[in-house]
């Protein structure tokens, strides 16, 4: 997986949840989980984007570095 990969793994989830992937669905994703750092700077270059929203709770997450991430647009599936 790469980094790109796992960028569009993440929207991708977020595409399909009406906007928000949780620390929870990215954690039980098994190829997301076997690639951890990568994904985690994924979310965490997404986080710093314009467009998206990032909570930090107390929600027993272990690895990922948001609860949430919420996108207020999220980019056209690429077909």
């Not at 790109?4 to 906007?19: P, S, Y």
């Not at 750092?37 to 027993?60: C, H, K, Q, Y």
């Amino acid at each position: 997986m790469t980094f790109d990969e796992a960028t569009r793994r993440l929207v991708a989830l977020a595409q399909a949840n009406g906007g928000t992937v949780t620390a929870a669905q990215v954690e039980a994703d098994e190829e997301l989980a076997t690639q951890r750092d990568l994904v985690s700077a994924a979310a965490r270059a997404l986080g710093g984007g314009t467009n998206v929203f990032s909570a930090v709770d107390e929600d027993g997450r272990e690895w990922f570095p948001y609860s949430t991430l919420t996108f207020a647009e999220l980019p056209h599936a690429r077909r």
